[in-house]
């Protein structure tokens, strides 16, 4: 999956205070975008590394000639 632009796909940000929206400020725009792109970079990780630990087991499996519902059965 592509990392998202978000000064792009969010050219502005909005908050709400007592119940009023007001448009960000630059430095709260850009703490806001560098959390979203920390976030996604976190989230992009982890998805990779699942995707890596899905495939070695996978492998693992291949090797022994067993499916994964297989190998379920025998552990109980």
């Not at 050219?11 to 448009?23: A, S």
């Amino acid at each position: 999956m592509a990392k998202t632009d978000f000064r792009k796909d969010y050219p502005k940000l909005f908050k709400n205070v007592n119940g009023e929206q007001f448009e960000m400020n630059a430095e709260e725009y850009e703490a806001t975008i560098a959390q979203w792109e920390a976030n996604e970079v976190e989230r992009l990780a982890k998805e990779a590394e699942a995707k890596e630990k899905a495939a070695a087991k996978q492998t693992i499996l291949d090797r022994i000639g067993l499916t994964a519902d297989e190998l379920q059965t025998i552990l109980g």
